[in-house]
């Protein structure tokens, strides 16, 4: 299974993740803001970056940026519920940047979970196991 760090402000949405990746056997890191998750992701390796894009303290999309040329490189998931309007999509801005998958709220868990398999096969490994490049 997958070693999964989950970004988000919103405390509800944060555990309820948690709850359904760890259900599933993953090992899940919590942060509250993007600052949090940057410093623990610079300590411990992870398959998986899932990552509200507004946050406090440093958003979504600072955190792909500081994330996303990391070695080994986590899949980074970007979630919002938000829109910018004027035909701007924070999840578009997100992929643009290097998002390996975008993913709107509100989301179900199968969706989360579907995501969550597509990735570790798309990398070909699983936690423990050193990334292949994700292209």
């Known amino acids: ?3 999964i760090l989950v ?7 944060r ?6 990746l760890v259900r599933d056997g993953h090992e899940v890191a919590v942060a509250a803001n993007g600052a949090e998750a940057l ?3 610079r300590k411990t390796r992870f398959d998986v970056i899932f990552t509200d894009i507004y946050m406090p303290e440093m958003d979504g999309l600072q955190l792909l940026l500081s994330v996303k ?3 080994p490189r ?3 998931v970007a979630t919002t519920g938000a829109s910018l309007g004027f035909g701007w999509s924070p ?3 997100a992929s643009a940047l290097g998002a390996d998958a975008v993913l709107a709220k509100p989301f179900d868990f199968e969706e989360l979970r579907a995501l969550i398999a597509k990735l570790q096969a798309k990398t070909g490994r699983s936690a423990g196991e050193d990334p292949a490049p994700i292209q």
């Open 1 to 3: 299974m997958a070693s």
């Open 7 to 13: 970004a988000d402000d919103d405390p509800s949405i």
């Open 15 to 20: 555990d309820a993740i948690r709850y359904a």
């Open 39 to 41: 410093k623990q992701a």
């Open 69 to 71: 040329d990391q070695a």
């Open 74 to 76: 986590p899949a980074i």
């Open 91 to 93: 999840l578009a801005i």
